[in-house]
């Protein structure tokens, strides 16, 4: 959809799984020798990839069902032209995250997955992503053409990243920039709805200004930093609340330990 919702609708499915990557890998990496806490993150695991296999449906459906879509029409009635092309190249990306939802549910399931599809596909999901995108603004204004640019380094860098962890799985530092990467992509796609299809009637940007190209690129320097900024506090939070659970846990066990001692010597002094 060439307009704001069009964005957005993408944009809060980056930032909603990239915040989610924020808090769950170093959850996983700080509590990775707890047998239970794998368990829970596993069956956590499952839920997202169904997660993103329903977002993907919801995505293609709206795309295909807006008032002005193309209703699973590929081609005019006359036959002679396309019919919303880029709906239809939305809908593609869609679809990609939808097979990556479905491999993620495969491989935390009870059939044995390649360890590495799921990380392989994804990978391949995200690099369908820019390639469509890569193709999707030719002959636009420079200012269009350059914020879809920007876009593209995230996602070819996130497709780059997530194919590394193909061959090293579960790798803190690799998961972590990935998750940077997914959550830049998801602001991003709201700074093009702002830029591009002002809500609510705001005034319209100059698409032939360099100024407004470079102050763009500008902003996506920074939107980089807020997500670098957002994974290291999630990072940091996570830490704080596994220590404490930590120390907690110790506390108990040395109480327990010391209950058992003192029970042992009173039932040995009954004895006597």
Not at 32 to 61: P, Y
Request: glycine share 6%; charged share 15%.
């Amino acid at each position: 959809m060439a307009n704001f919702k069009g964005h957005a609708l993408p944009g809060s499915f980056f930032l909603l799984f990239g915040l989610w990557w924020s808090v769950k890998y170093p959850l996983k990496f700080l509590m990775r020798k707890t047998k239970s806490s794998r368990l829970c993150l596993n069956r956590a695991e499952l839920v997202e990839g169904v997660v993103k296999a329903v977002f993907a449906v919801v995505g293609i459906l709206a795309e295909q069902f807006v008032p002005d879509g193309p209703h699973l029409h590929l081609l005019s009635q006359d036959r002679q032209s396309w019919v919303k092309l880029m709906n239809w190249q939305h809908s593609t990306m869609y679809l990609f995250f939808g097979i990556s939802g479905v491999v993620d549910i495969l491989t935390y399931s009870s059939l044995k997955i390649p360890v590495g599809m799921d990380r392989l596909v994804l990978s391949l999901a995200v690099f369908m992503e820019g390639f469509l995108f890569y193709f999707h603004v030719h002959n636009r204004p420079a200012l269009d053409l350059h914020i879809h640019s920007l876009l593209l380094t995230a996602v070819f860098g996130g497709s780059f990243i997530i194919m590394l962890e193909v061959f090293q799985r579960d790798h803190i530092i690799l998961e972590l920039f990935r998750t940077s990467l997914a959550i830049l992509q998801g602001t991003w796609f709201w700074q093009i709805g702002f830029v591009l299809y002002p809500p609510s009637g705001g005034p319209e940007w100059n698409e032939t200004d360099h100024g407004n190209v470079m102050f763009v690129t500008l902003c996506f320097c920074w939107h980089f930093v807020v997500a670098m900024c957002i994974v290291a506090m999630n990072y940091t939070l996570i830490y704080c609340l596994v220590q404490i659970r930590s120390r907690r846990t110790v506390t108990l066990e040395l109480e327990q330990l010391r209950g058992s001692e003192k029970n042992s010597l009173l039932s040995s002094s009954d004895i006597e």
